[in-house]
């Protein structure tokens, strides 16, 4: 059965950084778009970002352009989101979704707290 | 941005009975939305994709409709581990957006 495993995330301070990770297994890595969707709180879901199969093609939500960067290790299975200057928005569970723009399949999710 | 309204909020319902969640998008987005299921503590699950086509794996007590930009998630007879919150999505447009969510709860 697919697997998404997430991990990174934690408590950081505003304006900090941080990487969070993602495992894929039990499908063929290199054959789907992924993405990054997160969620507030007791909050509804965003789509953050994705990424092309080849890394070669990304798209981000307007509230992270400039600070997250989406990125992928084909050869570990393995997707990344590079967060920088966070704020408190930035407070949410952070999933992990085979697909560009539909979930087929998720991960449980890594909490990321941003706070002093 | 699309725009993604569901309703009710919250669906008080009894075990057994039939269930109906209803999505509408502020634009057109074709045939190009998805239902998905999360419980507590758990990655949402797709139940639907292409407004009616049920996902792998999905009990056929699951179903989905469309009439333009107004979409509609059944269960038909709930179970249980139907109880959960439902989201609805639309992947037409960038960025993909969801609906805030359908709460259903046993009555």
């Known amino acids: 059965e697919e697997q998404l495993v997430e991990s990174g995330g934690g408590l950081v301070q505003p304006g900090g950084s941080l990487r969070l990770s993602c495992a894929g297994s039990e499908f063929t890595f290199t054959n789907y778009w992924m993405s990054w969707v997160r969620q507030a709180p007791g909050k509804g879901l965003e789509w953050v970002a994705n990424i092309k199969e080849d890394g070669r093609e990304k798209n981000y939500v307007d509230s992270v352009k400039g600070r997250f960067t989406i990125s992928r290790d084909n050869a570990k299975k393995s997707l990344f989101l590079h967060m920088n200057n966070v704020t408190g928005e930035d407070t949410a569970v952070y999933y992990c979704a085979r697909g560009g723009t539909r979930g087929d399949y998720w991960g449980q999710g890594t909490l990321v707290t941003v706070s002093s | 941005e699309i725009v993604m309204t569901q309703f009710p909020a919250t669906l008080s319902v009894s075990p057994g009975e039939r269930a109906t969640l209803s999505c509408r998008a502020s634009?057109?987005?074709?045939?190009?939305l998805a239902w998905y299921q999360q419980k507590p503590g758990q990655g949402p699950r797709l139940l639907i994709k292409?407004?009616?086509t049920r996902a792998t794996g999905v009990p056929a007590r699951f179903s989905g409709s469309e009439s333009g930009t107004d979409f509609t998630l059944t269960i038909s007879s709930l179970q249980s581990e139907d109880f959960a919150v439902y989201y609805c999505?639309?992947?037409?447009?960038?960025?993909?957006?969801f609906g805030q969510g359908t709460k259903v709860e046993i009555k």
């Open positions: 634009q057109s987005v074709s045939s190009n």
């Open positions: 292409g407004a009616s």
């Open positions: 999505q639309q992947y037409n447009n960038w960025p993909p957006s």
